[in-house]
């Protein structure tokens, strides 16, 4: 017989709404491995915490909560990508050869922990975090909710479809160069990812140590933020943190979005997610927009110093002895990605970081021409045949709007813009300035509810 828990939705508001009318932590943690042991198979998950391990944790926060301590999101479970160390837990990075059971706990772990939030485990990536398709993953890959031939996206694929098939209520991933975005955009659900530096990245494994972020996955905008309220604070461990706050949200009812100059929009030949992002700067005008084109060369040539420059030998500091060690667990792709590395000098990465530098001064001031740069999170999606086929160039055009926003230090979020002819999700990026991070959710919330429709791959309806 169904109870009330297998039609339950894991946004935030549904599950507090539980707990307020009786619901104990412990139970719902039985549900969602309930849930998974449904989906047992589905290669999202790379290690699940113990089921009676889980359950300790939520007896603990339910004795917490008895002693009227502050849980803001209490009983909420999560995942983490497994880039992500948690101590007693292994750690794989996507392959098993690599694979360590970690030590420490990373700082976000720590936090979420500490806010009533229960870990239900690991989740599956792209190798090494190097990826926009999710499907370099050598023991097995995660597929697309809404379509299983087509891509779940990278490299935080686990991550984005747990939220979105309904197994847990949010995910921290790792976002180099659109790995928080891209699978949020596949499978509709938001991938808020900050400015760098306003999360702690302590306790990851880097790909570039210098503007890795971590993103927060979510059914919600509103949940998103929840997540990052509990999570975003100076980390003196994290030699990048940053010590200024995220300004206040400034969203006003008339206001002006930029999107890329028609010279750089593209599409590469998808119509369908064309006439989505056309529908999409519509409804941004019925909001109260105002549209402009900014200039986007600045903020593809930062893009491409992303996998084109010497910042790929930052991947090469943290992975660079693994791949040359011959392992067979190592995905080819990734080998020939981390490999690039050793045809840069001193001198070029120099050149690489000063050239960073104008490029900063160039797109901040096309930002100032507007509230927010509007893109699509990515302009086409593909088939994982098709990906196999021709990986490294595929792998790029999805990178096309989002490698760029890291290195420019820039604030992004992705959220659903409703489902393409196809029947496929389409994702909008909300593009800010550093530490704009409050005021473009702002903008994303107020899109979210405008377009509407389902939570994820479930069959709960977004709340207006």
Not at 168 to 196: E, Y
Not at 413 to 441: H, Y
Request: with cysteine; charged share 20%; glycine share 10%.
């Amino acid at each position: 017989m169904m109870s009330f828990l297998d039609e339950l939705s894991f946004d935030f508001a549904s599950l507090r709404r539980a707990y307020g009318e009786g619901l104990a932590p412990s139970a719902l943690v039985k549900e969602v491995y309930r849930r998974l042991q449904a989906r047992h198979g589905d290669f999202v998950w790379t290690h699940l915490v113990p089921l009676e391990q889980a359950l300790q944790a939520a007896r603990r926060i339910e004795r917490l909560a008895e002693q009227a301590h502050d849980l803001p999101l209490f009983g909420l479970p999560y995942g983490v990508k497994d880039n992500i160390d948690v101590a007693g837990l292994p750690t794989s990075a996507g392959c098993t050869s690599f694979t360590y059971i970690a030590e420490r706990t990373a700082a976000v772990v720590e936090k979420l922990e500490a806010a009533g939030a229960i870990l239900i485990g690991k989740q599956n990536m792209d190798q090494f975090a190097t990826g926009l398709v999710g499907i370099r993953s050598p023991a097995g890959y995660c597929r697309n909710p809404f379509n299983g031939e087509y891509i779940p996206g990278g490299s935080s694929s686990g991550s984005a479809v747990a939220v979105s098939t309904g197994q847990v209520a949010f995910s921290i991933g790792s976002d180099t160069g659109g790995s928080g975005r891209v699978p949020a955009a596949f499978n509709n659900i938001v991938g808020f990812k900050p400015t760098p530096g306003l999360v702690s990245s302590h306790g990851f494994l880097y790909c570039n140590r210098s503007f890795d972020v971590p993103p927060v996955f979510a059914l919600t905008t509103s949940d998103a933020l929840a997540v990052f309220n509990v999570i975003k604070g100076h980390d003196p461990r994290d030699i990048y943190s940053a010590a200024q706050a995220p300004s206040p949200a400034a969203a006003a009812s008339d206001f002006t979005f930029g999107i890329p100059d028609r010279a750089h929009l593209t599409f590469f030949g998808d119509t369908h997610a064309e006439a989505q992002f056309r529908h999409t700067v519509d409804l941004l005008r019925e909001l109260g927009g105002t549209l402009v084109e900014l200039d986007f060369t600045p903020f593809a040539e930062a893009g491409r110093l992303v996998f084109g420059s010497p910042f790929i030998a930052e991947r090469h500091v943290t992975y660079g002895a693994h791949v040359e060690s011959g392992s067979p667990h190592v995905h080819p792709v990734v080998r020939q990605a981390i490999e690039a590395s050793s045809r840069y000098s001193a001198a070029d990465a120099f050149a690489a970081q000063y050239r960073l530098e104008e490029l900063k001064q160039l797109a901040w001031r096309e930002l100032d021409r507007a509230a927010f740069l509007l893109t699509p999170t990515a302009g086409t999606i593909y088939r994982c045949d098709e990906v196999e086929a021709d990986p490294v160039r595929r792998n790029g055009n999805l990178g096309y709007y989002t490698y760029h926003a890291n290195p420019l230090r820039l604030s992004a979020i992705s959220v659903p813009a409703g489902l393409r002819q196809d029947g496929l999700p389409f994702g909008a990026c909300l593009i800010g300035k550093p530490f704009d991070d409050l005021t473009i959710a702002a903008y994303a919330d107020r899109l979210h509810r405008a377009v509407g429709g389902k939570l994820g791959a479930t069959h709960h309806a977004l709340t207006t």
